[in-house]
C-alpha cells in the first residue's frame, strides 16, 4: 500500500467476521408448516426480518462488496462482463494503475532474433510450453537438479530484467532523494509448480549436492533478485531475500529456501 494511504487505514474500524452475521433470519411464532403455507404464492417472507432490520439489529451503517471481478462470468445465465446490479462504484484497473496502486504489467515485446515477422517473445508460450515439465514437483527429499531453461526464456527472463534494472536504478535514485515512490515488482508466472520451482532456483539461487557430499549454494542469474551473497564456498544465503516463491505446494509445506535460509531470516526477524 503506498505510504500516503497508510494513516487513513490506520483511522478505520475493521470487524471481521462470518458471513452467517449478515444472513436474513426468520422471526414470528408461527409454526413452520404455518409459515409455508402463508407464503407459498409470495415473492418473501413476511416472517423474514429486511436487510434494513438486520443491519440495525448488527449496528453497522453500510455494508459494501468489494470485488476484484464486480461482473458476472461466463455460465452464470447472465451476459458474459456485465456488472453486478448492486455495483455503486467501478474502479477500473487502468484507473488503479494510473493511480500507482497496482503495478503496471510488462510482457518481453523486444526481440532481438532474425525473424521481425514473427517476433519469439510475443508469442513465448507456444514456443516453450511444450518443453516444460508437467505437474507438481518433486518431494524436497529428492536429489535437486540444476535449474535448466530453454534459451527462449532465459532471453525473455534478460530482457525484462533489463527493463527492470532500469526501473529499479530511477526508483532507488528517487528514494535516496527522499521521494514517496514504489519500488517495481517483477512478477513470473508460470504454468504448475515443477516449473515455478525450476525458474524460481534460476533466477534466486539454488543448493546443489557435490560428490564428496557437502552442499554448495549456487548465486541466481540475475543479480538484483539473488538470494545469495557472494561467490563459490563462502557464498551464503542472504539475510534479507530480494525474490520469493510462491506458489501451491510451497504454501501447503511453509518450507523455506534451505535450514540455512530460516536461520538466516529469523535473525533478521530478531534484530528487527
Known amino acids: 500500500m503506498p505510504a500516503t494511504y497508510r494513516d487513513a487505514l ?7 467476521t462470518n458471513y452467517h452475521a449478515f444472513m436474513l433470519r426468520e422471526g414470528g411464532d408461527a409454526a ?3 409459515k409455508k403455507i402463508l407464503t407459498a404464492h409470495r415473492a418473501s417472507s413476511p416472517f423474514r426480518e429486511t436487510p434494513g432490520q438486520m443491519a440495525q439489529k448488527l449496528g453497522v451503517k453500510a455494508v459494501f462488496d468489494l470485488s476484484a471481478t464486480p461482473f458476472f462470468l461466463s455460465g452464470s445465465g447472465y451476459p458474459e462482463g ?5 455495483v455503486v462504484s467501478d474502479f477500473s484497473l487502468i484507473d488503479a494503475i494510473e493511480s500507482g496502486i497496482v503495478k503496471v504489467p510488462c510482457v518481453p515485446v523486444d526481440d532481438n532474433t532474425d525473424n521481425p515477422d514473427a517476433p519469439l517473445y510475443r508469442r513465448l508460450w507456444q ?3 511444450k518443453e516444460l515439465p508437467k505437474g507438481r514437483r518433486a518431494k524436497k ?4 537438479q540444476d535449474p535448466q531453461l530453454s534459451k527462449a526464456l532465459q532471453g525473455a527472463l534478460h530482457h525484462l530484467y533489463s527493463d527492470y534494472a532500469k526501473a529499479y536504478t530511477l526508483y532507488a535514485q528517487q528514494a535516496a532523494a527522499g521521494w514517496d515512490v514504489m519500488p517495481p515488482v517483477f512478477i513470473v508466472v508460470c504454468s504448475n509448480t515443477q516449473v515455478s520451482k525450476l525458474v524460481f532456483d534460476w533466477i534466486a539461487g539454488y543448493e546443489k549436492p557435490l560428490a564428496n557430499g557437502q ?9 538484483i533478485f539473488s538470494n545469495v551473497d ?4 563462502d557464498a551464503t544465503w542472504s539475510r534479507r531475500p530480494s525474490t520469493l516463491l510462491i506458489d501451491s505446494q510451497q504454501l501447503e509445506s511453509g518450507e523455506a529456501l534451505s535450514d540455512d535460509f530460516k536461520l538466516a531470516a529469523a535473525a533478521e526477524i530478531e534484530e528487527f
Open 127 to 129: 514456443a516453450i510450453g
Open 230 to 233: 557472494g561467490n563459490g564456498p
Open 32 to 34: 413452520g408448516l404455518t
Open 215 to 223: 552442499r554448495v549454494i549456487v548465486p541466481g542469474n540475475l543479480p
Open 82 to 86: 456485465q456488472l453486478f446490479p448492486w
Open 141 to 144: 527429499n529428492e536429489a535437486p
Open 10 to 16: 490506520g483511522s478505520a474500524r475493521i470487524v471481521i
